[in-house]
């Protein structure tokens, strides 16, 4: 825990001290609508820190993440994306997630439960106006375990092949409407929602619902609030 409380102490003084950082979006479009990604990566040497989730841009059209907050809870995972089109305009991605759970890292009491996920996505965005983008995705989700995906509980949180729309309008420089609407093929249920996203010189902030009406599950409504800090390579 002490080396959480370190990390974030650190972080608010790095966004304290940062300088010479764009203002709100600009040059810097966002690489994930509410809960599906976009086409876009970060720029080159470019990094951000949430709560968890750290993303770091190897190069222009490559980024890297992870949770490490997961980490604590036995989740090992990473996801790779790459874009091939990144233009004012337009631009499309292909990326993988990974994640490897396992159960008897956690217990004594002789249960065991484990399994492997990969998860290849490609995503598409295009600009329909000065202040507006879509984006398309569609990702597959290959679930080994113990047990068939079949027998997992849905959750408000729980995704699998799936096929995503998603839209983006810029309020002003620092405000924007994000929203999502998709279609889970492996829990068979329909997944939406919208929110609102802040952007500073450094600081982000996300606030938003989703609802997920799975098969067999009455609606799960999920609150979505993300924080983070960009910075500037």
């Known amino acids: 825990m002490r080396y959480i409380l370190t990390a974030l102490c650190m972080v608010f003084v790095l966004s304290s001290h940062a300088i010479a950082q764009k203002e709100g979006f600009d040059g ?26 750290v993303e770091y841009g190897i190069s222009d059209n490559v980024q890297l993440g ?24 337009q631009a499309f991605a292909a990326g993988l997630g990974v994640g490897y759970f396992d159960l008897n890292a956690l217990t004594d009491a002789g249960g065991s439960f484990s399994f492997l996920s990969l998860s290849p ?10 202040k507006t983008r879509m984006h398309f995705s569609g990702n597959y989700s290959y679930f080994e375990s113990d047990v068939d995906i079949d027998e997992v509980e849905a959750e408000a949180s ?6 995503a ?24 249920g329909l997944r939406f929602g919208g929110g609102v996203l802040w952007g ?5 902030l996300k606030l938003g619902l989703q609802y997920f009406s ?18 500037d390579g």
């Open 66 to 89: 992870t949770n490490l907050l997961l980490f604590i809870f036995q989740y090992y995972n990473a996801d790779l994306k790459m874009s091939f089109i990144d233009t004012e305009k």
């Open 28 to 53: 810097r479009p966002i690489t994930n609508n509410l809960s599906m990604p976009t086409g876009n990566t970060l720029n080159a040497g470019e990094f951000s820190i949430g709560i968890g989730p």
């Open 158 to 163: 729980t995704s699998g092949t799936s096929l």
């Open 200 to 204: 500073w010189e450094v600081f982000r």
């Open 214 to 231: 799975p098969q067999g599950v009455g609606g799960l409504v999920l609150p979505y609030i993300s924080l983070w800090w960009r910075f």
């Open 165 to 188: 729309v998603g839209v983006e309008h810029s309020l002003s420089q620092k405000t924007k409407f994000v929203g999502d609407v998709g279609y889970d093929i492996d829990f068979e």
């Open 121 to 130: 996505y490609l995503v598409y965005t295009t600009a329909i106006g000065a």
